[in-house]
């Protein structure tokens, strides 16, 4: 993996710096580095820049340097190009990136010598209907999420595990989530974490209007189904919490696991519980 996409969350504390740096490191080290033209024309080291699907064509590792959100987007573009990622950290909270910035330039030089393994995760993709018409797709890693707008009344979505009936949940929203998404707003909103090497789906309402709906897993082989049984207008499909959709009254979302994997470059030799305890408490 010689060819590197950087990717930079701009506006993150010291981001340009960070940047900087590590592509003088990178082209000392024999690699050859590219970027989007945003980012291109904020680094005071000239580097190539193109459009995303040049940049596609042209690399095969992405590097993000911002948080766990800088990764999730970049992990929707790489997926369906099998261009894995090596995530480092500028954020708090990072239970998807790899490196810590003081720990930086230690940690590519073990990948350099090919001390460094793929992780793989399961992603989700999910199709609007209306009127069974695709109006849109969408991929995702962590999560996509049915939820009301900001009037404080509670949405019914009726649910259904491929033609199963589950229930008509009267709630702020539901959540389905991949393994990856447990630690994210499912893990708010109440539900179990999962490890990651799991695949599964999991159904997590918001703040529902009875104690029995709880968190349901469902194999990653079922259709999840949610048909929004309300009237008014404000409610959306949000996407990794970074992607957003207005639904209309009756509009059907389908879920189910994606064709694509997100491939996660890993380089420390932590588990899950590693992480999950060492995050959880900062």
Known sequence: MQKIGLFVNLSKNNA?????MLVKWLRENNYEVYTEVNIGNKLCIPLEFYN????????DLAITLGGDG??????????PYDIPIL????GHLGFLTEIEVFDLFSDLKQFTTGKYYIDQRMMIEAHVLRENKIMEKFLALNDVVVTKGPFARLIRLKTTVNDDYVDTFNADGLIIST????????????????????????LTPICPHTLQNRSIIISPNDAVTVQVVAEHQEIMLTVDGQLGYRLQPYDKVVVKKSEYYTKLVRIKNRSFYDILRK????
Do not use: D, Q
């Open 16 to 20: 340009i710096n960070v940047a900087n």
């Open 87 to 90: 995530g480092i950290n500028l």
């Open 179 to 202: 393994p990856t998404g447990s630690t994210a707003y499912s893990l708010s909103a109440g539900g179990p974490l999962v490890n990651p090497n799991v695949e599964l789906l999991l």
């Open 70 to 79: 800088t990764l999730l987007n970049v992990a929707r573009k790489m997926a």
């Open 279 to 282: 995050k959880l408490r900062e």
């Open 52 to 59: 995303l699907e040049e940049l596609t064509r042209k690399i």
